[in-house]
């Protein structure tokens, strides 16, 4: 499996994640969501993402019956999406029982949506307040903060904050708000926000390849998964709800190589002109759970 190294974490990641969200959830049961865990990781997969509102603690509960066996080696995420600190400290606790560690080695600030909650998260009280003592006491050795709605707010955030590590929306239809069908190429994480946190050196990871399965068919998923490779990240972060899924992306990130610029324009200027307008509208306000 290839690697990248996270930013300045200086930590070596798989180019493929395995996302624990809802898809993870599609499972069903534990034993079948393990089994599919512990095959992300044989196959190759570092990178394991949760998050306690993926089904109220229940992934990172499923997470955490593998990690008592297989933490070594793991890079473990999970996410808060509280914003007051003391709120998401209860989480953060809550979250280490059920991954049955004692660190993690990255926390998220879970969905950042617009300017009032990047005040909330900033506040003297609130959550990212709370990240800094505990990557300070080692409980968590880097920090990030995730976003999927708006490349602006993601933009502000990482220019005045520490933040070790984002994750935002970047797929081959260029999520994020646009101001005219005409001009798709000026709002979007790729153009926005990708340049600060390249520019800090931060660990970059992409999530909603497939834009939330919106791309499902508009291109076949290996050249989805080769685009949003191709970009300046560590890895590809991809929930996969079926066994097959795994071997088959695994497959893709083995083999992967580079997708020419050119190619990637290309694609993206096709995919954004049929898809992108609605993929702004769903994702405007997209509670990730």
Known sequence: MPTRVLGRTGQRVSILGLGCGSRLLMYKDEENGQAALN???????????????????VSETWV??????????????????????????????GSLKRLQTDHLDLIHVHGLMDEDDLKSVE????????LYKL???????????????????????????DFDCTQMALNAA????????????????ETIALPVARSKNMGITAMKVF????????????????????????AAVIGMP????????????????????????????????????ALDSFFHGHIDS
């Open 211 to 234: 834009g939330q399965d919106k791309l499902a068919g508009a291109a076949p998923a290996s050249t989805l998964i080769r685009y949003a490779m191709s970009l300046p990240i560590a």
């Open 123 to 130: 506040a003297p009280d609130g959550v990212l307040s709370t």
């Open 39 to 57: 095959r992300a990781l044989d196959l190759g997969i570092n990178y394991v993402d949760t998050a306690y509102s993926y089904g109220d603690g």
């Open 242 to 277: 079926k066994l097959a899924y795994i071997g088959e992306n695994v497959h893709v990130a083995k083999n992967f190589a580079p997708m020419p610029e050119d190619e990637m324009r290309n694609l993206s200027r096709d995919l954004a002109e049929k898809y992108k307008l």
């Open 174 to 189: 260029r999520v994020g708000p646009t101001k005219s069908f005409h001009d798709p190429w000026n709002e979007c994480f």
């Open 64 to 93: 955490g019956g593998v990690m008592k066996s297989r933490r070594k080696g793991v890079f473990l995420v999970t996410k808060v999406e509280r914003r007051k600190g003391d709120e998401a400290l209860r989480i953060i606790e």
């Open 135 to 161: 990557r300070d006491q080692k409980v968590t050795r880097f920090i990030g903060v995730t976003c999927h709605n708006d490349p602006h707010v993601l933009k502000a955030a990482l220019e005045h904050n």
